[in-house]
């Protein structure tokens, strides 16, 4: 029997203890269930990178080599740290991970892993950039959903050149589950070629991170769904946000046998629940990733002093962004009443937060410039409120082209990264928009390209076929 045939019956027992169809672009090529891809890590640095990637449940010696620039010889990544995945109806499999350290700013490195002594995978990746070197990243959000149009957006993002992605949630559908990932996510942005029909070879080479969203993690019936909330098992982000177990106000209970559950945390480790909140710098900005989840209680004053400390302490940074799912500013009928994390605007215009990037809703959305004072809540213990009246002050001045330095926090919607579209029908009725709605297009689906050029930030609006839909500028 090939090679090839065996690793297919190794997928196919995979997907089938899940009941999911096996298609040609779930097929694997080489000793991979999931082909390397990059992340930031659980303790990331200004120089590193993480390298991540799954296979079989074997004992096998995997090294990781990597060059940090192509004068520069060749090095061993101290170790590859793996984690075994063994949940009920999943073929048990592990996830791997080697840091790459002392990478050079800005510059394209090399990497090759070696499976029993044989070199089995080869890419390269661009090294985070300094703080005094521009930079591009690419933002979309509700995309994992195996359609014709993340396809073409994968494609596009690939197209424009990134230096990372970030993803504002719902990154798979349409319940966080490890098929789902399977079916709807890997192939798509690790992708052989790069086809607007197909995806593109994106997450080997390219730094993807992401928040979390409501398909992500809101499903934790173990015993309906024994492989859901994937998200901690595959992503490997910072754990630097606040502490908390399933009695904190940002943890919803896990359901299900005591059996499943053990199996669960045994398999996330410390990524549960601590991966949902967290912070990161990039060149000269810092981002705080949310959970915006409407389980979350976010008039706990434990919640609002981690996020003010953690703004607070990016004081030597020049762009200050937040990244989170549900949007606090939004104009479609869709979700309209889940707007509940505009309680968190006096945070982050005292914090002086330049961008907030949304999704949930389903199409892209530009604000004015804004800044909000919350109405008294009767009861400021009841969280968990769905709805926050209030008022707001636009800066309806800024254009951003003549006029570059809004005053307020620049809400983004950026939600139509590859599902179904939100409210076609408002775009052409603007009457049906909100007073701090400045751009809302929704018959499209479309990414945030950003540069960041020191003091200068651009952003563009791209639609899937690349024509671009919006644009401002933000000189500091």
């Known amino acids: 029997m090939s090679l090839r045939r065996c690793w297919m019956i190794a997928l196919t027992g995979l997907v089938l203890g899940l009941g999911v169809k096996v298609t040609s672009a779930q097929e694997l090529q080489g000793p991979f269930i999931v082909k390397p891809f990059l992340q930031l890590g659980e303790a990331p640095t200004p120089t590193s990178l993480q390298v991540c990637w799954n296979a079989e449940d074997t004992d096998v010696e995997w090294i990781v080599e990597y060059r940090v620039a192509s004068d520069q010889p060749w090095i061993k990544a101290e170790s590859v740290e793996q984690r075994r995945i063994a949940l009920e109806g999943v073929r048990a499999h592990r996830v791997y991970r080697a840091t790459l350290k002392h990478l050079l700013p800005g510059l394209t490195f090399r990497y090759r892993i ?14 985070p950039k300094g703080a005094d ?20 957006i994968a494609y596009r993002t690939f197209q424009v050149k990134p230096d990372f992605v970030m993803i504002t949630g719902d990154i798979v559908y349409s319940k966080g589950r490890i098929s789902e990932y399977v079916q709807n996510f890997w ?8 086809k607007p029909s197909v995806g593109a070879p994106l997450m080997r080479s390219t730094l993807f991170t992401a928040a979390v969203g409501n398909h992500d993690v809101a499903s934790r019936d173990f015993a309906s769904a024994p492989d859901s909330l994937a998200y901690f098992l595959y992503w490997s982000q910072p754990l630097n946000g606040p502490p908390g177990t399933e009695q904190f106000p940002y943890v919803n209970p896990i359901t299900g046998s005591e059996a499943s559950k053990a199996a669960f945390l045994q398999s996330a480790g410390s990524a549960y629940p601590k991966m949902v909140n967290f912070s990161f ?16 209680d976010w008039t706990n004053k434990d919640l609002r002093a981690w996020v003010e400390a953690d703004i607070a302490s990016a004081k030597d940074a020049t762009w200050r962004f937040v990244s989170f799912h549900h949007p606090g500013f939004n104009s479609s009928k869709a979700h309209f009443e889940q707007q509940q994390m505009r309680l968190m605007a006096p945070i982050f215009e005292a914090g002086k937060v330049d961008v907030v990037f949304n999704g949930h809703v389903h199409n892209y959305q530009r604000s004015y410039p804004l800044k909000f004072v919350p109405d008294p ?3 400021a213990t009841r969280g968990r409120v769905s709805f926050v009246p209030g008022k707001w002050t636009l800066d309806k001045a800024f254009d951003g082209r003549v006029k570059t330095q809004p005053e307020g926090v620049i809400y983004l919607i950026t939600g139509a990264g590859g599902n179904h579209l939100y409210n076609p029908e408002q775009e052409d009725a603007p009457e049906t928009y909100q007073e701090f709605t400045q751009k809302f297009i929704s018959k499209i689906h479309s990414l945030s390209v950003v540069d960041v050029v020191g003091t200068t930030l651009t952003v563009r609006q791209l639609a899937e076929d690349g024509k671009e839909i919006d644009k401002f500028n933000i000189i500091k």
């Open 281 to 296: 710098d990039y060149g000269n900005s810092h981002w705080t990733v949310l959970d915006a989840n409407p389980y979350v």
């Open 133 to 152: 070197q521009p930079y591009r990243f690419v933002v979309f959000g509700d995309s994992g959903a195996n359609t014709p149009e993340e396809k073409a």
């Open 377 to 379: 809540l009767a009861d």
């Open 187 to 194: 192939h798509v942005y690790n992708s052989e070629e790069a």
């Open 114 to 127: 070696n499976k029993a002594g044989s070199t089995v995978f080869r890419a390269e990746g661009m090294a």
